[in-house]
Every structure is written in structure tokens, then in C-alpha cells.
């Protein structure tokens, strides 16, 4: 029979295990992402949106 304890322990483990197994692989990153620094794209972004 399920103790109560045991419920907790398996649910609680099931739930922590779930992101992992969850994770898909997407490849390596583009090189083409260092192009434009991070920070010059969101000077960009700023602009954009103020006018």
C-alpha cells in the first residue's frame, strides 16, 4: 500500500525531473549572433520605440 510519505516522494521527484527531460537540443549558436554587441541592439530598440 501507498504511504502517504511515499505519494509525496514520487510526485515531488517526478516534478523535479520534468525540466530536464524536457529540454530540447537546438543545434550550436549562429556565429553570427556576435555581429552587433547586445548593448548596440538595445540602443536600437530604445529608438525604435520612442518615435
Not at 22 to 30: E, I, K, L, N, P
Not at 32 to 50: F, G, M
Amino acid at each position: 500500500m501507498w504511504s502517504p510519505r511515499r505519494a509525496f516522494l514520487l510526485a515531488a521527484g517526478s516534478a523535479a525531473a520534468a525540466p530536464v527531460l524536457g529540454q530540447v537540443d537546438v543545434g550550436r549558436s549562429s556565429s553570427l549572433r556576435t555581429l552587433v554587441p547586445a548593448e548596440a541592439l538595445e540602443q536600437a530598440s530604445q529608438r525604435n520605440t520612442a518615435s
